[in-house]
């Protein structure tokens, strides 16, 4: 679950976001505050790992609570107001994004997807490594190992079938993961350790603790200014090939 505080000096803002985030059943949410000094309080008591920070508040404007909280604060923060002049002081703040209210609820939805992928990819390393390489489940018939074939994912209202051999590559979003296939994104209720004993091991590999490539899609690895190395799909997409994964790539 995701542990989420909301900080708003309008009760019914809260109330309206409180609402939305009802639909999104990784979100937990562990407090809530009206204001400045409120918002530091209970930030600092619950540890949350994301949060909704109004811009403007009594007491502390939101950047001077990500200011008191320092290294404290949450692994993905969202700031949220009915100004659209925060928006550089955001980004220089390093925040996750930044919505403005009224809330439109597809950018929401966005918003919280930023935050399971990037709160995904901050989490430790916990043996993810090995995940593709557990024994799979054997046919009782041929003795050949089983692979994932096709998975059903959620298009607006309905579900459709997508083959495994149509996914590009693949990254984790806590408890989802995101297949990144025919030209656009599917999120499926799945861990990525989940998938990746499913997968066929000579057609996907990790690349990163957050990241499974298809390797029929790879054109091209190259290293990089910070001691990793990226690679190239066939479709232009460039991602992070982590050092300790290179050996599992290339031999």
Same mark, same amino acid.
Request: net charge positive; no cysteine.
């Given at each position: 679950?995701?542990?989420?505080?909301?900080?708003?000096? #309008?009760?019914?803002?809260?109330?309206? $976001? +409180?609402?939305? $985030?009802?639909?999104?059943?990784?979100?937990?949410?562990?407090?809530?505050?009206?204001?400045?000094?409120?918002?530091?309080?209970?930030?600092?008591?619950?540890?949350?790992?994301?949060?909704?920070?109004?811009?403007?508040?009594?007491?502390?404007?939101?950047? =001077?609570?990500?200011?008191?909280?320092?290294?404290?604060?949450?692994? @993905?923060?969202?700031?949220?107001?009915?100004? #659209?002049?925060? *928006?550089?002081?955001?980004?220089? *703040?390093?925040?996750?994004?930044?919505?403005?209210?009224?809330?439109?609820?597809?950018?929401?939805?966005? @918003?919280?997807?930023?935050?399971?992928?990037?709160?995904?990819?901050? =989490?430790?390393?916990?043996?993810?490594?090995? @995940?593709?390489?557990?024994?799979?489940?054997?046919?009782?018939?041929?003795?050949?190992? =089983?692979?994932?074939?096709?998975?059903?994912?959620?298009?607006?209202?309905?579900?459709?079938?997508?083959?495994?051999?149509?996914?590009?590559?693949?990254?984790?979003?806590?408890?989802? &993961? =995101?297949?990144? *296939?025919?030209?656009?994104?599917?999120?499926?209720?799945?861990?990525?350790?989940?998938?990746? @004993?499913?997968?066929?091991?000579?057609?996907?590999?990790?690349? %990163?603790?957050?990241?499974?490539?298809?390797? !029929?899609?790879?054109?091209? &690895?190259?290293?990089?200014? %910070?001691? !990793?190395? #990226?690679?190239?799909?066939?479709?232009?997409?460039?991602? +992070?090939?982590?050092?300790?994964?290179?050996?599992?790539?290339?031999?």
């Amino acid at each position: 679950m995701i542990r989420t505080v909301i900080v708003d000096d #309008e009760r019914l803002a809260r109330e309206g $976001l +409180k609402m939305r $985030l009802r639909g999104e059943s990784d979100i937990e949410l562990v407090g809530e505050a009206s204001d400045g000094p409120g918002a530091v309080k209970v930030i600092e008591r619950q540890a949350p790992d994301l949060l909704f920070l109004d811009a403007q508040m009594r007491g502390l404007s939101g950047f =001077q609570v990500l200011n008191r909280l320092g290294r404290t604060a949450p692994r @993905a923060i969202i700031i949220i107001s009915a100004f #659209e002049n925060y *928006a550089m002081k955001a980004f220089d *703040a390093q925040v996750l994004d930044y919505l403005l209210k009224p809330i439109n609820e597809e950018r929401l939805r966005t @918003a919280v997807q930023r935050a399971r992928v990037a709160i995904a990819r901050q =989490q430790p390393d916990d043996g993810a490594a090995k @995940a593709v390489s557990e024994p799979r489940p054997m046919a009782p018939e041929s003795g050949r190992p =089983q692979f994932l074939q096709r998975l059903a994912v959620r298009v607006r209202d309905r579900s459709v079938m997508l083959r495994i051999d149509e996914v590009d590559w693949i990254e984790s979003a806590a408890n989802y &993961v =995101q297949l990144h *296939a025919r030209g656009r994104s599917f999120l499926v209720r799945m861990t990525m350790n989940e998938l990746g @004993a499913k997968l066929d091991a000579g057609r996907f590999t990790r690349i %990163h603790r957050s990241t499974i490539v298809n390797v !029929d899609r790879l054109v091209e &690895v190259r290293p990089s200014p %910070h001691g !990793d190395f #990226e690679v190239t799909l066939q479709d232009g997409t460039r991602l +992070k090939l982590s050092r300790g994964y290179r050996d599992q790539l290339l031999n």
